[in-house]
């Protein structure tokens, strides 16, 4: 159990960590709570537009993405934005913020597919290399 719950508090703080970003740079945005929800966070633009924005946060080098597990088709309703964050044992948090359109991108590559198809078994993940093009990339939002 104690497990789950550093889990569930580590997820927390890479959220509040994005937030605490986006604060700094006046981007405003709403952060949406329970544990059932679809997306993290949701930006609001002018003229009543929004972006939805999906956080994964780790503190090793793997990050669990899902993402073919969850998002069969390219059609399947999907967050705009993913944003990993990883947390050191010192407590410092990297962000690396990529398009919808790039983590399919990366995640296929990693998984040895040419097109856009079902996994069948395990669940679909990153490390650091695939996505260290992508730190600090805030001007995506």
């Known amino acids: 159990m ?16 994005v937030c605490s970003e986006l604060a700094k740079r006046n981007i405003q945005f709403n952060l949406t709570l329970g544990n059932k929800k679809a997306v993290d966070i949701i930006v609001l633009k002018e003229e009543n537009k929004a972006i939805t924005i999906e956080i994964k946060t780790t503190n090793k080098n793997r990050i669990v993405t899902g993402f073919f597990q969850k ?9 705009d934005i993913w944003i990993f ?16 359109k790039e983590v399919a991108k990366i995640q296929m590559k990693r998984n040895n597919m040419n097109k856009w198809q079902e996994i069948k078994n395990g669940v679909d993940n990153l490390v650091l290399s695939d996505i260290i093009d992508f730190e600090n990339k805030w001007n995506k939002i």
């Open 2 to 17: 104690k497990n789950q719950e550093e889990k569930y508090n580590l997820n927390l703080a890479g959220e509040y960590a």
């Open 85 to 100: 964050v990883i947390i050191d044992k010192l407590l410092v948090s990297r962000f690396f913020i990529l398009t919808h």
């Open 71 to 79: 998002y069969k088709t390219p059609d399947v309703p999907h967050p």
